[in-house]
């Protein structure tokens, strides 16, 4: 009774290991946890090479991992059906964990989360923005209507102005 004991708890234990180190072990991948479904691009040199070659908006997502706000508006994005779509189909798609060195993606600072739309013509959309006035790029979670319109907005106008 004694052998079975220790052999049930030597097999508990191995299993509980083999079970941390297959979470330890999951790959992190470009979506960050946005949208697995989504193709998302390395750098934001290459969003907009993408984003020239396709002639579809970048759509840029600046966010900390550790961040308590990103993480609300990163879940509402997921379960955003309407938005999961769009950004699949509609966009060129960047989540960034750190600055570029192109000023033009803080236009009103660096702070987070922050979304910002840059059209073909490489211009930065400064005009879509959210309903804060002393952050103008940041969504809550509750903005998903207001986020989704906007990037209507930006499909839209991409054709018409090219």
């Known amino acids: ?53 396709s002639k579809r908006p970048l759509m840029v997502i600046h966010h900390l991992q ?13 379960a955003d059906k309407t938005i999961q779509k769009m950004a699949k189909s509609d966009f060129v798609m960047l989540n960034l964990t750190h600055e570029t060195t192109d000023k033009n993606l803080a236009p009103d600072g660096h702070y987070v989360p922050r979304i910002l739309f840059v059209d073909p013509s490489m211009t930065v959309r400064t005009d879509i923005v959210g309903k804060y006035s002393n952050s103008r790029y940041n969504y809550g979670p509750s903005d998903m209507a207001l986020l989704a319109e906007n990037m209507k907005k930006a499909k839209l106008l991409l054709h018409t102005e090219l």
């Open 1 to 53: 009774m004694h052998r079975w004991s220790l052999f049930a708890l030597l097999l508990v234990t191995c299993i509980d290991v083999s079970i941390q180190k297959k979470i330890k072990l999951a790959p992190q991948t470009l979506s960050r946890g946005w949208g697995d479904d989504i193709t998302w691009v390395k750098t934001y040199e290459d969003g907009l090479k993408t984003m020239k070659e």
């Open 66 to 78: 550790d961040c308590p706000h990103s993480q609300a508006l990163k879940k509402a994005f997921v």
